[in-house]
């Protein structure tokens, strides 16, 4: 079995779960930022893109915050945020390094919900939106109960498409000194433990793999009868 | 101090006059007016390859020193300063692809033998190297009074408030102190573990950031640890008025900069060159020349070669 085996020995080994540094609690860490983050991103990015897809405005500026945002290295962005949450108190919240890992996080999940719920919204059936504006519904009415449950599959569609990479990313904040499964992958690095390694990376991946399993179902349940998948 | 080093400048600059034809010392040519008359060096010396332990400012700042030196001594020099990791540079020294490199006593040391223990004496880290090297064909000539080691730093301010001038004073107020330091430290003698084996210190809690990088730095500077492990060589360090904490106990082993030669290019002229280089350079020195190299984004070469002037090397 070789470095998967020594991994997987790692993973198996009781002692390595337990304590402040032990895989339960890396692990709930990550999970715990990696939800904070896909949260922020969400709540920033859907109310935006339900606007920009109703009103049909600024698609040209939606699609370009979305591309460009898609190619920021989220290590560039941790590596330039540290700093500045050092430097002001306003941003100094949690253990060091969660909020510049946070920032980072949101800014990566930030642009696929937000093409997604815009591109959702947008291509609804146009003769719906007229008839609902027929029946009298307000524009918020429109959005709320006719736009948004349509687009539903297409927004968790970029909801996970952020979740899934957000877990992936979360990794990173083991390089400023929070906590997270990429502890085990940094530290281990450090000090040339190759099993440690290979087990951080392969809960990550596990976990990666469990989010898109998770959001996949959550899709399906919140498809609106009728539609195709 | 100040004007012991304007005489050795004086004697540097009528050295310069003799020798101002090989001030050029890169172009073949002129390397037949070298100065074979004071200093034993050859008419031409041929060629050698100077190579880095690694490639980073302060490892290629020596290594152009040594350059510029032999270069001035005769020989033609090819440089080859863009070797990633000592995995790669001590292979390619005991293969012959480089005849010199810059190395750090005890990490060099470690790297041949990982169960030896290096010394906090720079000698005594040189003693057991040589043998290692000379099995490779390579002789470590005299180390420099330069080292790039771990230290324990902590603003002015912090070193003020708590009467910090020695790691052993960090005995009673390090247990409601922060340490930052680089994410193997909990696991390596040079910190956590030696801190409190040798030191019986232990801090309140770790953070794990960079290897004495511009993470750390920006931790200790804002407050969010209070006590750094950085590189002694670090230009912030005088920069922003930081102590460094003296290592009373000897915890940290001495890395002493020293020139590694193949033994199949060793003579005189290049022993007394590269001494010549390690006598010259100190902590102080090779850290100011880092900040104008890496901060002031002065060239490399220009920092190295006016210095070596200053010095009465060149």
Same mark, same amino acid.
């Given at each position: 079995?070789?470095?998967?085996?020594?991994?997987?020995?790692?993973?198996? $080994?009781s002692?390595?779960?337990s304590?402040?540094?032990?895989?339960?609690?890396?692990?709930?860490?990550?999970?715990?930022?990696?939800?904070?983050?896909?949260?922020?991103?969400t709540? /920033?990015?859907?109310?935006?893109?339900?606007?920009?897809?109703?009103?049909?405005?600024?698609?040209?500026?939606?699609? $370009?915050?979305?591309? /460009?945002?898609?190619?920021?290295?989220?290590?560039?962005?941790?590596?330039?945020?540290?700093?500045?949450?050092?430097?002001?108190?306003?941003?100094?919240?949690g253990?060091?390094?969660? $909020?510049?890992?946070?920032?980072?996080?949101?800014?990566?999940?930030?642009?696929?919900?937000?093409?997604?719920?815009?591109?959702?919204?947008?291509g609804?059936?146009?003769?719906?939106?007229?008839?609902?504006?027929?029946?009298?519904?307000?524009e918020?009415e429109?959005?709320?109960?006719?736009?948004?449950?349509?687009?539903?599959?297409? /927004?968790?569609?970029?909801?996970? $498409?952020?979740?899934?990479a957000?877990?992936?990313?979360?990794?990173?904040?083991?390089?400023?000194?929070?906590?997270?499964?990429?502890?085990?992958?940094?530290?281990?690095?450090?000090?040339?433990?190759?099993?440690?390694?290979?087990?951080?990376?392969?809960?990550?991946?596990?976990?990666? /793999?469990?989010?898109?399993?998770?959001?996949?179902?959550?899709?399906?349940?919140?498809?609106?009868?009728?539609?195709?998948? | 101090?100040?004007?012991?080093r304007?005489?050795?400048?004086?004697?540097?600059?009528?050295?310069?006059?003799?020798?101002?034809a090989?001030?050029?010392?890169?172009?073949g040519?002129?390397?037949?007016?070298?100065?074979? @008359?004071?200093?034993?060096?050859p008419?031409?010396?041929?060629?050698?390859?100077?190579?880095?332990?690694?490639?980073?400012?302060?490892? &290629?700042?020596?290594? @152009?020193?040594?350059?510029?030196?032999?270069?001035?001594?005769?020989?033609?020099?090819?440089?080859?300063? @863009?070797?990633?990791?000592?995995?790669?540079?001590?292979?390619?020294?005991?293969?012959?692809?480089?005849?010199?490199?810059?190395?750090?006593?005890?990490?060099?040391?470690?790297?041949?033998?990982?169960?030896?223990?290096?010394?906090?004496?720079?000698?005594?880290?040189?003693?057991?190297?040589?043998?290692?090297?000379?099995?490779?064909?390579?002789?470590?000539?005299?180390?420099?009074?330069?080292?790039?080691?771990?230290?324990?730093?902590?603003?002015?301010?912090?070193? &003020?408030?708590?009467?910090?001038?020695?790691?052993?004073?960090?005995?009673?107020?390090?247990?409601?102190?922060?340490?930052?330091?680089?994410?193997?430290?909990p696991?390596?003698?040079?910190?956590?573990?030696?801190?409190?084996?040798?030191?019986?210190?232990?801090?309140?809690?770790? &953070?794990?950031?960079?290897?004495?990088?511009?993470?750390?730095?920006?931790?200790l500077?804002?407050? =969010?640890?209070?006590?750094?492990?950085?590189?002694?060589?670090?230009?912030?360090?005088?920069d922003?008025?930081?102590?460094?904490? @003296?290592?009373?106990?000897?915890?940290?082993?001495?890395?002493?900069?020293t020139?590694?030669?193949?033994?199949?290019?060793?003579?005189?002229?290049?022993?007394?060159?590269?001494?010549?280089?390690?006598?010259?350079?100190?902590?102080?020195?090779?850290?100011?020349?880092?900040?104008?190299?890496?901060?002031?984004?002065?060239?490399? =070469?220009?920092?190295?070669?006016?210095?070596?002037?200053?010095?009465?090397?060149?």
């Open positions: 079995m070789g470095v998967l085996g020594d991994g997987w020995t790692f993973l198996t $080994s002692a390595n779960w304590g402040e540094a032990g895989i339960a609690h890396r692990l709930v860490e990550h999970v715990q930022m990696s939800l904070f983050a896909t949260f922020i991103a709540a /920033i990015a859907l109310p935006i893109g339900l606007y920009i897809g109703h009103a049909r405005r600024g698609e040209v500026l939606a699609t $370009s915050i979305g591309n /460009i945002g898609r190619a920021l290295p989220s290590f560039g962005v941790l590596a330039i945020v540290f700093p500045f949450t050092l430097r002001y108190e306003f941003l100094r919240f253990d060091l390094g969660f $909020s510049a890992t946070l920032i980072a996080l949101v800014l990566l999940g930030i642009p696929p919900v937000l093409t997604n719920t815009f591109v959702g919204i947008n609804v059936d146009h003769d719906l939106v007229e008839a609902a504006r027929g029946m009298g519904m307000r918020r429109i959005v709320v109960k006719v736009e948004f449950p349509l687009a539903v599959p297409l /927004i968790v569609a970029g909801i996970r $498409s952020a979740a899934v957000v877990v992936a990313t979360a990794t990173l904040a083991a390089l400023v000194a929070w906590g997270g499964l990429g502890r085990f992958i940094v530290d281990g690095f450090a000090v040339r433990d190759q099993p440690q390694i290979v087990a951080g990376a392969l809960l990550v991946a596990l976990l990666a /793999i469990v989010t898109e399993i998770a959001f996949a179902l959550l899709e399906r349940v919140l498809t609106p009868p009728g539609q195709p998948g | 101090m100040r004007s012991s304007n005489a050795v400048l004086g004697a540097c600059l009528a050295l310069l006059l003799v020798f101002a090989c001030g050029s010392g890169e172009d040519d002129t390397d037949t007016a070298g100065p074979e @008359e004071t200093t034993g060096c008419v031409d010396g041929g060629d050698l390859t100077v190579g880095v332990s690694a490639a980073f400012t302060e490892n &290629k700042l020596v290594a @152009e020193m040594y350059a510029l030196a032999l270069e001035n001594c005769g020989y033609t020099v090819e440089r080859q300063f @863009e070797i990633g990791a000592r995995e790669i540079s001590d292979p390619a020294l005991f293969d012959g692809e480089i005849d010199i490199k810059p190395e750090y006593l005890a990490s060099e040391l470690v790297f041949n033998d990982p169960d030896a223990e290096p010394s906090g004496d720079p000698g005594e880290n040189h003693m057991a190297l040589e043998p290692l090297l000379a099995e490779h064909g390579v002789t470590a000539l005299d180390f420099s009074p330069a080292t790039d080691e771990n230290v324990f730093v902590v603003t002015g301010e912090t070193a &003020k408030k708590f009467k910090l001038v020695s790691v052993s004073d960090l005995g009673a107020p390090a247990k409601n102190m922060t340490l930052g330091g680089p994410p193997e430290c696991k390596r003698p040079f910190c956590l573990i030696g801190l409190k084996d040798v030191y019986g210190i232990e801090f309140g809690d770790f &953070k794990a950031l960079d290897v004495g990088g511009p993470q750390t730095v920006e931790a500077d804002k407050g =969010a640890i209070d006590v750094a492990l950085l590189f002694s060589t670090n230009p912030v360090i005088p922003r008025g930081w102590i460094v904490l @003296e290592d009373d106990k000897g915890l940290q082993s001495a890395e002493n900069l020139p590694l030669v193949r033994d199949d290019v060793l003579n005189d002229a290049i022993t007394d060159t590269l001494n010549a280089v390690s006598a010259v350079l100190t902590t102080d020195y090779l850290t100011a020349l880092i900040a104008k190299v890496d901060q002031d984004r002065e060239d490399l =070469a220009d920092v190295a070669r006016s210095f070596l002037e200053d010095a009465g090397v060149l």
